[in-house]
């Protein structure tokens, strides 16, 4: 059927008068111009605020509040990084970050394939209504559950604690990664299966030795997932964690807000000014950025797999 | 969206035998495997939805005993409360704007991508658009405010450069569209989603559209929307959950005015923590009453939109 109609066209348009032909080429020529103008006037607001943060953090307090503005700093000031790492407790929140951010990445991955291959492969007649369930619990917004949460850990002393981070993973990884690891692991024949389990190999082993490194890449995507929520969560902490030494990088750029919020001259707050402040958030900004510029098919097929088959 | 396959299993024809296939060893080992989750379930959602039912008919501060004072809360809420009718007023505005623009906007730049004949370097272009939507919030909302601050930003060095006063974006009601602005600039997710949605509609149809003279834009509204109308479908419903409980945005800029920053999402924070701002601090119990009128408001109009799905959303295999 596609060939047949694709012969149809080409027979078309070659028997079209010359004339016709160069106006199609001319109008699709107009049309490209158009599309890449659009796609640069899009990616230029995108890149603006960045670009801007960039300029600002290269900035000396002069420039920040020159008017006419600075677009560009005729000698960045590469030094403003420096408070970034000496005079604002960086290692400690990049050590807390890496904590939430690893743990619950291996939390998720872990319990979410675990059960994810139970919804995939294993037989119950419970199994399509509890699955249903998991899907359901994407559409309850977590302000429901949040608080009698928080009186649990309240109630386990772990206020305070990396627990509220660390233990939750474990029990089931999120709805959204079970879904999307489902989705991935039905993709494996059962043929593959069936041959482990002949051979008498445990339901547990079919799973660690045939389907984990089948699932390599889908498991990486859960990864990356949990490890940027963990990166740039920010509600979790906030409730959990109100020790200055606890706090990962959002709670510590959070409480700098006032910096940029306010049209206070530079150096009112603290010690840190504007252009400072972006250089922190730049700093923070980068890992992610670069870890997603390095890992972007991943993503595209893990949002893919949830917003298309979801 | 998938349906789910039915599996025959041999012994779900009879009641008792359904029983003693649950009790089979096959079911034992998806308990076993599935066990993670069904603790979590209990420990994480169903017993917290319980709990969070019953704080809510009470008055609770986390250190006390919660007190039992009926529908009080709610009554509160809904006749007294002029917070809760602002928050109310604000979620609404926010999602009413932000939910479809940003559909829009996503499915829009989806379709610029997608003309392959055209648009080269696509995986840079993507990597380009869906950048601000993967930095933490904190940082990218700090830029993205920093933008229009009012006496540093360039925008309103734009506004001295044209002769004209600059606007203080965030004293104003202006101040509610940089909101929905920000949101709307973490349009990359969504976009990626529609892509392979427009992927997904067989080239097929457009070819046939073009051999019967239809326009660029009757084949888009005749194939390319009925062929995505699951994949709008989803991005509403999603959208929805997510703009009824935003927090972080209005919590981050702090130069909001507080009127302008109270959202349903800061309003149970605010209660149940007793943040900074947010009128009254009504106790975990109130918090919990605002959160279970936000899953109600998500409920039904979730439900009217499952209703009304069966008139514009088409599953049939293209």
Not at chain 2, 40 to 67: D, E, Q, R, W
Not at chain 2, 149 to 159: D, E, Q, T
């Given at each position: 059927m596609a060939v047949l109609v694709h012969q149809r066209r080409e027979s078309t348009s070659r028997s079209l008068p010359r004339r016709v032909r160069s106006r199609a080429v001319g109008s699709s020529i107009v049309q490209a111009i158009i599309v890449y103008a659009l796609l640069v006037i899009v990616s230029l607001i995108t890149i603006m605020p960045l670009f801007w943060a960039l300029a600002t953090s290269l900035k000396t307090f002069k420039e920040v509040v020159a008017y006419p503005p600075v677009y560009w700093p005729p000698q960045p000031q590469w030094q403003n990084y420096v408070p970034v790492?000496?005079?604002?407790?960086?290692?400690?929140?990049?050590?807390?970050?890496?904590?939430?951010?690893?743990?619950?990445?291996?939390?998720?991955?872990?319990?979410?394939?675990?059960?994810?291959?139970?919804?995939?492969?294993?037989?119950?007649?419970?199994?399509?209504?509890?699955?249903?369930?998991?899907?359901?619990?994407?559409?309850?917004?977590?302000?429901?559950?949040?608080?009698?949460v928080y009186v649990i850990f309240y109630n386990l002393r772990l206020i305070n604690t990396f627990g509220p981070f660390l233990i939750p993973p474990w029990f089931g990884g999120g709805a959204w990664n079970i879904f999307l690891l489902r989705q991935f692991f039905k993709t494996i024949p059962d043929d593959l299966l069936d041959a482990g389990r002949v051979d008498g190999?445990?339901?547990?082993?079919?799973?660690?030795?045939?389907?984990?490194?089948?699932?390599?890449?889908?498991?990486?995507?859960?990864?990356?997932?949990?490890?940027?929520?963990?990166?740039?969560?920010?509600?979790?902490?906030?409730?959990?964690?109100?020790?200055?030494?606890?706090?990962?990088f959002a709670l510590?750029?959070?409480?700098?807000?006032?910096?940029?919020?306010?049209?206070?001259?530079p150096g009112v707050v603290g010690s840190m000014t504007q252009n400072i402040t972006?250089?922190?958030?730049?700093?923070?900004?980068?890992?992610?950025?670069?870890?997603?510029?390095?890992?972007?098919?991943?993503?595209?097929?893990?949002?893919?797999?949830t917003g298309m088959k979801g | 969206m998938q349906q789910a396959r039915v599996q025959r299993l041999?012994?779900?024809?009879?009641?008792?035998?359904?029983?003693?296939?649950?009790?089979?060893?096959?079911?034992?080992?998806?308990?076993?495997?599935?066990?993670?989750?069904?603790?979590?379930?209990?420990?994480?959602?169903?017993?917290?939805?319980?709990?969070?039912?019953?704080?809510?008919?009470?008055?609770?501060?986390?250190?006390?005993?919660?007190?039992?004072?009926g529908l009080d809360n709610y009554a509160y809420l809904l006749t007294k409360d002029i917070n809760f009718r602002l928050a109310l007023t604000n979620s609404l505005i926010y999602t009413v704007f932000s939910v479809p623009l940003g559909i829009a906007i996503s499915l829009f730049l989806a379709s610029l991508l997608n003309q392959k004949r055209i648009v080269r370097g696509l995986t840079l272009w993507r990597a380009l658009f869906y950048l601000p939507a993967i930095l933490p919030a904190v940082a990218s909302s700090f830029m993205f405010q920093w933008?229009?601050?009012?006496?540093?930003?360039?925008?309103?060095?734009?506004?001295?450069?044209?002769?004209?006063?600059?606007?203080?974006?965030f004293t104003t009601s202006l101040a509610q569209w940089i909101i929905i602005f920000f949101s709307l600039w973490g349009f990359g997710p969504g976009m990626i989603i529609f892509l392979a949605g427009l992927q997904g509609i067989p080239t097929v149809l457009y070819e046939a559209a073009s051999?019967?003279?239809?326009?660029?834009?009757?084949?888009?509204?005749?194939?390319?929307?009925?062929?995505?109308?699951?994949?709008?479908?989803?991005?509403?419903?999603?959208?929805?959950?997510?703009?009824?409980?935003?927090?972080q945005v209005a919590w981050f800029m702090d130069s909001l005015p507080q009127q302008r920053s109270i959202f349903l999402g800061t309003l149970v924070y605010g209660n149940a923590f007793g943040g900074t701002g947010v009128g009254t601090a009504g106790g975990m119990g109130y918090a919990s009453a605002v959160a279970w009128v936000i899953f109600g408001i998500v409920m039904v109009i979730t439900a009217l939109n499952f209703g009304g799905s069966r008139f514009w959303v088409h599953y049939e295999q293209i």
């Open positions: 790492f000496k005079n604002w407790d960086f290692f400690t929140h990049l050590r807390n970050t890496l904590i939430i951010a690893l743990g619950q990445a291996l939390g998720c991955v872990v319990s979410a394939s675990v059960t994810a291959y139970a919804f995939a492969k294993l037989r119950c007649p419970l199994r399509d209504a509890l699955f249903l369930l998991v899907l359901s619990t994407i559409m309850l917004p977590h302000f429901v559950t949040f608080i009698p190999a445990s339901e547990l082993r079919i799973f660690a030795q045939v389907v984990v490194p089948l699932a390599k890449p889908a498991l990486a995507t859960i990864f990356l997932f949990s490890f940027m929520g963990g990166w740039n969560d920010f509600f979790g902490p906030y409730i959990y964690l109100s020790r200055k030494a606890m706090w990962p510590a750029l959070f409480a700098l807000r006032a910096i940029i919020a306010g049209d206070l001259p972006m250089a922190a958030s730049l700093v923070i900004a980068l890992p992610i950025a670069v870890l997603f510029l390095f890992t972007q098919r991943y993503f595209v097929e893990g949002i893919t797999i | 041999p012994g779900t024809r009879r009641r008792w035998s359904a029983w003693r296939e649950l009790l089979s060893k096959d079911s034992r080992i998806f308990f076993l495997f599935a066990s993670p989750w069904i603790i979590g379930f209990l420990i994480f959602t169903a017993y917290p939805m319980l709990a969070s039912a019953y704080y809510s008919l009470t008055s609770y501060k986390v250190t006390l005993n919660p007190k039992w004072i933008i229009f601050s009012y006496r540093y930003g360039p925008i309103s060095a734009l506004f001295r450069f044209f002769g004209q006063q600059p606007i203080n974006f051999i019967d003279g239809a326009s660029k834009l009757q084949s888009f509204w005749h194939i390319t929307l009925p062929g995505i109308s699951p994949v709008i479908f989803f991005q509403f419903t999603n959208g929805l959950i997510g703009s009824m409980q935003m927090f």
